[in-house]
């Protein structure tokens, strides 16, 4: 049974830091790529950013810069550190995983992050 489970999400002002966790099981983690994604209310599920096998990333124009994806295949982790964040930045970010494509089979329930003054 494959599990993806995030973590790390909140309340945070503008210019503060998160970091979210995604803790997945079920799967042979270090063979699948890895993304970030997000939907905020009333708009489509975009991508944040993606992480390969190799460990190469990826990210949305919008959050070059501030986000960072990492991975830890020996603990099966996912990470985004996410800085200097902005109201725009508020939604429910979910894990993905994904053999050969992203977005991939498997999801996460969501983590709300919500940045507000």
């Known amino acids: 049974q494959v599990q993806l489970v995030e973590s790390g999400g909140g309340l945070v002002q503008p210019g503060g830091s998160l970091r979210l966790s995604c803790a997945a099981s079920g799967i042979n983690f270090s063979a699948y790529a890895m993304g970030w994604y997000r939907q905020a209310l009333g708009k489509q599920r975009e991508l944040v950013g993606t992480?390969?096998?190799?460990?190469?990333?990826n990210y949305a124009d919008s959050v070059k810069g501030r986000f960072t994806i990492s991975r830890d295949n020996a603990k099966n982790m996912v990470y985004l550190q996410m800085n200097n964040l902005k109201p725009e930045d508020t939604a429910v970010y979910y894990c993905?995983?994904?053999?050969?494509?992203?977005?991939?089979?498997?999801w996460g329930q969501g983590t709300q992050v919500t940045v507000s003054s």
């Open positions: 992480i390969y096998r190799g460990g190469s990333t």
């Open positions: 993905n995983a994904g053999q050969f494509k992203l977005p991939g089979t498997y």
